[in-house]
């Protein structure tokens, strides 16, 4: 009782049963009037005719003509004079005269009908004058025996039954068919979702075309590929972070135990320790960058964007990392316009601008450039930030936003870094409603270009 074919079959039979149904009685009615009506105007024309030829022989022998014509007839005739006395007939009815009603006003010379309940009473009767326009000198009364009639709509209703009958099998199975023809894709659509939700991914659903049921098999395949890769995602994922975390871990462990159970001399002690507290930094560093893509995730981290004057952001940040730079004889080189504005918020900017500069530092060789241009345009303003580094190769260059994802494969202590910046990086930006882009070529540097609005207004 609960299935959709079932609550489907049971209103599609109920509308369509109630349309048949309304539009047999219409057709019904109709034909029935339209029958009685067929009927009542014979009878009215043949006592016409009867009339216009006692009109020119209004006698004896003319009467019982017509009178004899009738009685051989499925119809029948009274010829009364002006004062309802009948000179002929074509039955005979006891009952006849209470059948004679004498007209109380003047007929028109079409006549008139007098008697058409065809359910209830034994005759449908019609009257028309005999004489001319001034002066009326008998009546012709036809009769015809509503029996005929009542057998006539019999008939016309055991068709009727016969019609809705057929028409009613024909709904039944039309609607067996239908329901089954929409609710088989929804059934094999859930059967796909049931095995979604026990993990399997690869699932088939029948080609239903474009309509809303294709555009739903094609929506659950495309949940069930996205389900696969945030699956793969998430292996991959705690897969990198078990990796990362063992890492420093094990350097903690493996050195603090080394310091601990064996005599070492004061330049080793301190060569370990720094080694330990090297690590643990680096771990430090992890969990942060994990807690900021929680955030992130969650939406939990609070973006506040405002005017921001790029100038003067720039200068604070070269004068920060200057330090980092020289440290490895590299030169940071900011070229921006005097009062350019963007909206966004400065601390998230301050720290994308930071983290891809670190990139910078940490994959540029001693004594490189590394520059930052901006760029106003008409609605948007674009940062550029240039080195002149290892590059990044070809193949890469479509993964370097994932997360874990690392170009340097080693994993090399040196080189240092969670394989989390960039996605950060994106993240970030993407908050504030901005887009970026990379180029790169192996050996020759790469470019990231950020694009944020410059009138408050978001993509």
Known sequence: MKKLSFKLGIVFFLIIFGLETFMFFFLHNALVNSRIEEELSSLQARGNSHRDILAKHFDVNTISHVALMESEAITDVVITDNFGTILGSSFKNNQIQSYLKKPHSRINADGQIVEKDWKKKPYIITISPIGTTNETIGYVYMFQKTASIQSLIERLNQHFSLAGLIALLLTFIVIIILTKALTKPLVKMKEATYQISKGKFSVTLPKTGNDELGELAKSIKLLAQDLNYLKKERNDFLASISHELRTPLTYIKGYSDIVMTRNLTS???EKYLQIIVEEANRLSSLIEDLFALAKIDKNTFVIQKQKVLLNDLLKKMEL????????????????????????????????????????????????????????????????????????????????IFNRFYRVEKSRKRSLGGTGLGLAIVQELVYAQGGSINVHSKLNNGTTFTLTFHTNGAEK
């Open 320 to 399: 920060k990392l200057s330090p980092a730079f020289k440290e490895k004889n590299m030169s940071l080189v900011v070229h921006c316009p005097e009062r350019t504005y963007l909206y966004a918020d400065p601390s998230r900017l301050e720290q994308i601008i930071i983290n891809l500069l670190d990139n910078s530092i940490k994959y540029s060789s001693i004594g490189s450039e590394t520059l930052i241009t901006v760029t106003p345009r008409k609605k948007t303003t674009d940062i550029i930030i240039k080195d002149n580094g290892k590059g990044i190769p070809e193949k890469d260059l479509p993964n």
């Open 267 to 269: 330049k080793d002690q």
